[in-house]
C-alpha cells in the first residue's frame, strides 16, 4: 500500500516554531519530489514547498519564503517541513504529497502529486 503519513502539527502562539514530519511507506520515497500543501477553512488548497528527491532543491510560495525550510533524510524515507515564525494566517491543514517526479514542478497543480497523506492541524492562536 502506498502511503505518507503526517505528523507533528499542533497548537502554537504566534512567533512560535513547529516541525512536521512525513514519512513514507510502500514505494521509494528517496526517488521522488515532496510537496507540502495547506488548506485552511472555507479556502482552497494551496501550496506551501517542494523539495526535490536528491534535497539539493526547493521552492516555496511566497507566505512562507524565510520562515519555513524543507528537508529531507532519505535514508529514513522521511521528509521534514521546518516552521518558524508562525502566523495566525498560518492556520491550516498541512498535507504532504509524493510528487510524480524527482524534480519539483514549477506549478502547484494537484496533478504532478499522487500519493497524498491525510494531514495533519496545525493551529496558531495565542
Known amino acids: 500500500q502506498l502511503q505518507v503519513v503526517e505528523s507533528g502539527g499542533g497548537l502554537v502562539q504566534p512567533g512560535g516554531s513547529l516541525r512536521l514530519s512525513c514519512v513514507a511507506s510502500?514505494?521509494?520515497?528517496?526517488?521522488?519530489?515532496v510537496g507540502w500543501f495547506r488548506q485552511a477553512p472555507g479556502k482552497e488548497r494551496e501550496g506551501v514547498s517542494c523539495?526535490?528527491?536528491?534535497?539539493?532543491?526547493?521552492k516555496y510560495a511566497d507566505s512562507v519564503k524565510g520562515r519555513f525550510t524543507a528537508s529531507r533524510d532519505n535514508a529514513k524515507s522521511t521528509v521534514y517541513l521546518q516552521m518558524d515564525n508562525l502566523k495566525p494566517e498560518d492556520t491550516a491543514v498541512y498535507y504532504c504529497?509524493?510528487?510524480?517526479?524527482?524534480?519539483?514542478?514549477?506549478?502547484?497543480?494537484?496533478?504532478?502529486?499522487?500519493?497524498w497523506g491525510q494531514g495533519t492541524q496545525v493551529t496558531v492562536s495565542s
Open positions: 523539495i526535490s528527491s536528491s534535497g539539493d532543491a526547493t
Open positions: 510502500g514505494f521509494p520515497l528517496p526517488n521522488y519530489a
Open positions: 504529497a509524493s510528487a510524480v517526479q524527482a524534480m519539483c514542478a514549477r506549478s502547484w497543480a494537484p496533478f504532478e502529486y499522487d500519493v
